[in-house]
């Protein structure tokens, strides 16, 4: 099902750019800007099995990705200033800022060097249990259960579901029937409690993925010091906020950046909502961050800037670089507006 979702979206990418389509919408729908979600940046690796090969794009790919912005005439900006512009309605430029979620160490060793050689200013939205080892990337987990397993015993809704998953196609429907039961439970804490008694039960330690994969607190203040970096505030856990208490969110957000305040000395006025989708994040949270003083918010929503957005700061769309999707056509595509106004039914605003 995963890949048949992947042929799909491939499918309709290939078309409005071979039909042409997304040139002639884009006047209509390119808006005045955009900003870039990524995660991993670093060099493609050969696994068959490699469900969150989503979230990495190589360097190469990046450096091709900031060369195909400028040659477009579309000015690379903080977060700072592109809450300015969208404030004072400045709009005689297209722009375009690059976020990243997680705070992965990769960031600093591939991406950092490529975007300083460019003069390109970029953001790192960090949830804090991540730098301080005490995060589950709990994604990540079910990948190494399932990769390391030809077969897999789960308790889901009270019965216990054997899944085989000797052939990569196996596992990846496994992973995606498990990953999408876990999203659809009521509780974040719930999901979390599954992983680690499936991660426990074949001998996978859920917290290892941060000391391997995430940033420390002194790389992460090196990267803090350049005047290009912006670190925004990504919560403390993780979770999907939507499936939490009020009190709750609430902690997550201010603890998440008042731990980045006391470890690198600057307040995060930027906050990107984990997962981010209308599922994790809606108006409850836009109101949070709003009420917390956060300059900015942004989602995983996918759309472009318009100048409505200016009044919607804690509920701004993202368009996600994917690493499924690694070729300018589609990135010229996506920037045109044309394929999130198709996802959102041809409304320039998704903010309820």
Not at 145 to 173: L, N, P, S, W, Y
Request: charged share 25%; with cysteine; glycine share 6%.
């Amino acid at each position: 099902m995963a890949r048949l979702r992947d042929h799909v979206i491939r499918a309709g990418l290939e078309t409005l750019y071979f039909s042409g389509a997304h040139r002639i919408l884009r006047p209509f729908y390119e808006g005045v800007g955009v900003i870039l979600t990524l995660h991993h940046v670093r060099p493609a690796r050969g696994e068959a099995f490699h469900p969150n090969r989503i979230l990495e794009i190589t360097p190469e790919f990046l450096e091709l990705l900031i060369t195909s912005l400028r040659s477009d005439d579309i000015d690379l900006i903080s977060l700072d200033d592109m809450s300015k512009r969208m404030a004072r309605g400045d709009f005689r430029r297209r722009f375009a800022c690059i976020t990243f979620d997680d705070g992965y160490r990769d960031n600093k060793i591939f991406a950092y060097p490529i975007l300083k050689a460019n003069d390109v200013p970029f953001a790192i939205y960090v949830p804090s249990s991540f730098i301080d080892r005490t995060g589950e990337l709990w994604w990540l987990a079910l990948e190494a259960v399932i990769g390391a397993q030809d077969e897999i015993a789960i308790r889901m809704d009270g019965h216990t579901k054997t899944f085989q998953c000797r052939e990569t196609e196996e596992k990846d429907a496994t992973f995606a029937a498990i990953y999408w039961w876990l999203r659809s439970l009521p509780a974040d804490h719930e999901i979390r409690a599954a992983v680690r008694e499936l991660a426990g039960r074949y001998g996978v330690d859920v917290r290892a993925f941060c000391d391997a994969l995430c940033m420390t607190w002194s790389e992460l203040a090196e990267l803090a010091a350049d005047p290009l970096v912006t670190i925004g505030a990504h919560t403390v856990s993780h979770p999907i906020l939507a499936k939490t208490d009020t009190d709750f969110a609430r902690r997550e957000m201010e603890t998440g950046r008042t731990r980045i305040e006391q470890r690198l000395g600057l307040r995060p006025q930027h906050f990107s909502y984990p997962f981010g989708d209308p599922s994790s994040a809606g108006a409850r949270e836009f109101a949070l961050t709003t009420e917390l003083g956060f300059r900015t918010a942004v989602t995983t929503r996918p759309g472009v800037l318009f100048p409505e957005h200016g009044a919607r700061l804690h509920a701004l769309p993202r368009i996600s670089i994917n690493g499924d999707y690694q070729k300018l056509r589609y990135v010229d595509v996506l920037l045109s507006g044309a394929a999130s106004a198709a996802w959102n039914g041809f409304r320039r605003v998704d903010a309820a």
